[in-house]
């Protein structure tokens, strides 16, 4: 059985930093390219950052692209997302998935999701 184990998050001032983590087991996580997306209600869902298992990090958005960077942890099955210079606009939930662009939702591994709040 896949387990996901979510830390970070919570509520970001402007301009502030916060680390998000998953942490997976009973997963060849070592082996998998890696995502992170964000969902905001009545908006389509973006997908924010891809990870490939070597660490190569082919996919950031436009929209976080020089403020987020995506890593992960092989040797302890956890993928992050660092977050820096947040904006309201970045006010989301955040989700850890497994797979890269293009896989379909039902063959992912996903988190639970993340509660990210940016305001003052």
């Known amino acids: 059985e896949v387990e996901v184990a979510e830390s970070g998050g919570g509520l970001v001032q402007p301009g502030g930093s916060t680390t998000l983590s998953c942490t997976f087991s009973g997963f060849t996580f070592g082996t998998w390219t890696m995502s992170w997306a964000r969902q905001v209600p009545e908006k389509e869902r973006e997908w924010v950052a891809v990870i490939h298992g070597d660490g190569d990090v082919p996919y950031y958005s436009d929209s976080v692209k020089g403020r987020f960077t995506v890593s992960r942890d092989n040797a302890r099955n956890t993928l992050y997302l660092q977050m820096s210079s947040l904006q309201t606009e970045d006010t989301a939930v955040y989700y850890c998935?497994?797979?890269?662009?293009?896989?379909?939702?039902?063959?992912?591994?996903w988190g639970q999701g993340i509660q990210v709040t940016v305001s003052s």
């Open positions: 998935a497994s797979g890269g662009l293009g896989l379909r939702d039902f063959e992912r591994v």
